[in-house]
């Protein structure tokens, strides 16, 4: 928990430091996926990306910023339930999405999920409430935005636009 408020304190400051450089991200999400699967054999984890897709970034924080979208899809659908990943280019960039068979967050909720210590339900066992303020801190430190919406059917789906550049 300490060191998740730090981390949150030094991208508010912009004291974290990054070391970016051009990431193939759609062999990056390959490698991540493969990891996952083994990991979560309860979840089938699809994948669409663009070959060859470069983005600008800290391969670290990236890596942290999935696995982060990649626990809460998992933590929230239940097993059976797919996640789908997908990435694509955009003008500025890339388009990465990760879309889950979960229970969803209440529309009116949907702008607050990304705030520190905000949990749709509180009862639910699961998370600190810090895990997807830490995505957006990433995607923000990284010059990116990160929304959530309620796809057509069951679950969430965020969305992370990432510059090609810096």
Known sequence: LTENLLFLTRGDHGSQALEKKAVDISRFLDDLLAERREIDPAHPYEAQAEAGLRVYADESLLR??????????????????????????DENGACLSVRDE??????????????????VDKARDGGTGLELSIARTIVRMHGGDIRAQLPNGPGLLVTVHLPARE
């Open 64 to 89: 942290q910023l999935l696995l982060i979208l990649l626990d809460n899809a998992a933590r929230y659908t239940p097993t059976g339930g797919a996640i789908r990943v997908s990435v694509a280019s």
């Open 102 to 119: 979960g229970c969803g967050v209440p529309a009116d909720q949907l702008e607050n999920i990304f705030e520190r210590f905000y949990r």
